[in-house]
C-alpha cells in the first residue's frame, strides 16, 4: 500500500502512539490537579499485541519513525516489550519516547537495549524550586541525573522540551544556552498551546517562539535544514555551542504545511491533528494480524478528512481538554 498522503499531499511518515494517559507530574500547563481517569471511557490502554499490530501496519504504509507518548509511557510495565515491539518492524528507522525523565536514571539502558533510538526529556526550568512549581515534583535532580545516564547508555543526542511561559522561563535563555553550550542537547522551546482546560492559564502565559528567535539571530545561529520524518521544530545551530536549538510555534503562519505526523491515542483511536475533533477508532481492526489490510485501508481513507490546518488561531482547540490526552 502506498504512503499515507492526505488532500493537500502532505505525506506521513511519522506516528505519534500514546501508551497511557497516565502521568505522575502534575505540570500547569497539562495536568495542574493531576491525573484524572476520563469519566467518559472505560477501555484499557492497547495491549502490547495492539501495539505491535497498530505500527506493523504504519510502518507497512511507509512510517519510518514512531514516538512512544503518554501521560508518561514509562509508567506502563511492560514499556521495554512495548519498545522491542515496535523494533520488530525494520521500515522503522526511529523510536523515540517523550518522558518527563523520572525513570530515566533506573531505566533508559534497558530502553536503549531494546531498541530506543532517540529521547525527549520535559524539562521547563534549570531553577530546582522553579522545576518543582511547574511540575508539582521535587525530581529536578533525579530528572538531570537521568539525563547524564541516557549520554552513559550510548545517546549522543539528547531533546529537552521546554513549554515556553511568559514571565516564568521566556527570560532565561542565557541560562539555557550556557546548560548546552558543552551538552550535545537539542533545547526545543515550545510555545505554550491553548487547550479546554488551560485558557486563563494560556491567556496569562503565552508568548510568541519569535522572542526566543529573535535573540538567537542576533547571536549567530542558523536554522537547519528539515528532514522529512523530523518534528516540527525550526532547529539552530552556532559553531560554539555542542548543543542546539529548537523552536514550536503552532501558531507561525503556515506551521501545518509541513504536517507529517499522525497520532494513534492510548485507546486506540486514530487522530488526524492534535486540536482536531473526536478521533477515528482503530481497535476493533487490532484483534488479528489479518486485519492488516483493512486497518491501513481505512487509516489512508479517514486522511481525505484531515483538515488543512489546525483552528487554534481562532481559539479552538478541539476535543483537546489537555495535553496528556492524546500524548501532545
Not at 512549581?133 to 529536578?140: E, M, S
Request: aromatic share 8%; glycine share 8%; hydrophobic share 40%.
Amino acid at each position: 500500500m502506498p504512503q499515507f498522503t492526505d488532500a493537500f499531499a502532505r505525506e506521513f511518515y511519522y506516528l505519534r502512539l500514546s501508551v497511557t494517559d497516565v502521568c505522575n507530574f502534575r505540570c500547569t500547563y497539562c495536568l495542574p490537579n493531576g491525573y484524572q481517569p476520563a469519566a467518559t471511557t472505560n477501555k484499557s490502554f492497547l495491549s502490547l499485541d495492539e501495539i505491535r499490530r497498530v505500527t506493523r501496519a504504519f510502518a507497512a504504509s511507509g512510517t519510518e519513525k514512531v514516538r512512544l507518548t503518554g501521560g508518561e509511557p514509562s509508567l506502563r510495565r511492560d514499556f521495554v516489550e512495548i519498545i522491542a515491539a515496535v523494533r520488530e518492524n525494520p521500515g522503522i528507522r526511529q523510536i523515540a519516547v517523550t518522558t518527563n525523565g523520572y525513570r530515566l536514571a533506573r531505566d533508559v539502558a534497558r530502553w536503549r537495549a531494546a531498541g530506543l533510538t532517540a529521547l525527549n526529556i520535559s524539562v521547563d526550568s534549570l531553577d530546582p524550586r522553579q522545576f518543582h512549581a511547574i511540575t508539582g515534583q521535587d525530581k529536578f535532580d533525579q530528572v538531570m541525573r537521568g539525563i547524564d545516564a541516557a549520554f552513559e547508555a550510548g545517546f549522543r543526542q539528547v531533546k529537552v522540551n521546554t513549554v515556553l511561559m511568559r514571565n516564568l522561563n521566556h527570560h532565561q535563555l542565557d541560562t539555557f544556552l550556557a546548560w548546552i553550550r558543552t551538552r550535545p542537547i537539542q533545547l526545543r522551546f515550545i510555545e505554550l498551546m491553548e487547550t479546554g482546560d488551560g485558557s486563563s492559564l494560556f491567556q496569562q502565559h503565552h508568548i510568541s517562539g519569535d522572542v526566543i528567535r529573535a535573540q538567537l539571530v542576533q547571536q549567530g545561529w542558523q536554522r537547519q535544514a528539515r528532514a522529512r520524518s523530523d518534528g516540527p521544530a525550526q532547529v539552530y545551530r552556532h559553531p560554539d555551542y555542542q548543543g542546539e536549538i529548537g523552536l514550536i510555534m503552532p501558531y507561525e503562519k503556515d506551521f501545518c504545511a509541513s504536517c507529517n505526523r499522525l497520532r494513534v491515542s492510548a485507546i486506540g483511536n486514530l487522530h488526524l491533528c492534535l486540536f482536531g475533533e473526536n478521533g477515528i477508532p482503530l481497535r476493533d481492526l487490532l484483534a488479528s494480524d489479518t486485519q492488516q489490510p483493512a486497518l491501513q485501508a481505512r487509516i489512508a481513507a479517514s486522511l481525505g478528512e484531515k483538515k488543512q490546518t489546525h483552528f487554534l488561531h481562532q481559539g479552538n482547540t478541539g476535543m483537546t481538554k489537555n495535553l496528556s490526552f492524546i500524548g501532545g
